[in-house]
C-alpha cells in the first residue's frame, strides 16, 4: 500500500513554470512505477508521464514531450514534474500516480492515487 500527496499547483501565467512534487509514504516506493496525470473540468483524466521504478525509464504524453519533466528520488519517497513552458491548455488538476507494474496512460490501470493538486495557466 502507498500513499501519495501531491504539492507545488497554483496560478502562473502562460509560458511560466511550475514545479509539482509527489511524496509517497511506505517503505517499498523504489519498487513501484510512479506517474502524472491530469483533469480539465469536463474531461476524462488524461496521462501525462510515468517513471520507472529505477527512474532510468520514462514515458511522455505527446502534448507535453519537450517541456515536462518527470524526476524521482527514491531515498526520499518522492517524484517530481518539472513543467515548463506552460500553455492555457496545461490547466488541470494534476494527480500523482503508483502502480506496481504498469506504467501505461490508461488510468482504470493505475491502482494509487493523490488527491490532486490544481494547477492554472493564464493567458
Known amino acids: 500500500q502507498v500513499q501519495l500527496v501531491e504539492s507545488g499547483g497554483g496560478l502562473v501565467q502562460a509560458g511560466g513554470s511550475l514545479r509539482l512534487s509527489c511524496a509517497a509514504s511506505?517503505?517499498?516506493?523504489?519498487?513501484?512505477?510512479m506517474g502524472w496525470f491530469r483533469q480539465a473540468p469536463g474531461k476524462e483524466r488524461e496521462f501525462v508521464v510515468s517513471i520507472n521504478s529505477s527512474g532510468g525509464s520514462t514515458y511522455y504524453a505527446e502534448s507535453v514531450k519537450g517541456r515536462f519533466t518527470i524526476s524521482r528520488d527514491n531515498a526520499k519517497n518522492t517524484v517530481h514534474l518539472q513543467m515548463n513552458s506552460l500553455k492555457p491548455e496545461d490547466t488541470a488538476v494534476y494527480y500523482c500516480?503508483?502502480?506496481?507494474?504498469?506504467?501505461?496512460?490508461?488510468?482504470?490501470?493505475?491502482?494509487?492515487w493523490g488527491q490532486g493538486t490544481q494547477v492554472t495557466v493564464s493567458s
Open positions: 511506505g517503505r517499498t516506493f523504489s519498487s513501484y512505477v
Open positions: 500516480a503508483a502502480d506496481r507494474w504498469y506504467s501505461g496512460p490508461s488510468y482504470r490501470q493505475w491502482d494509487y
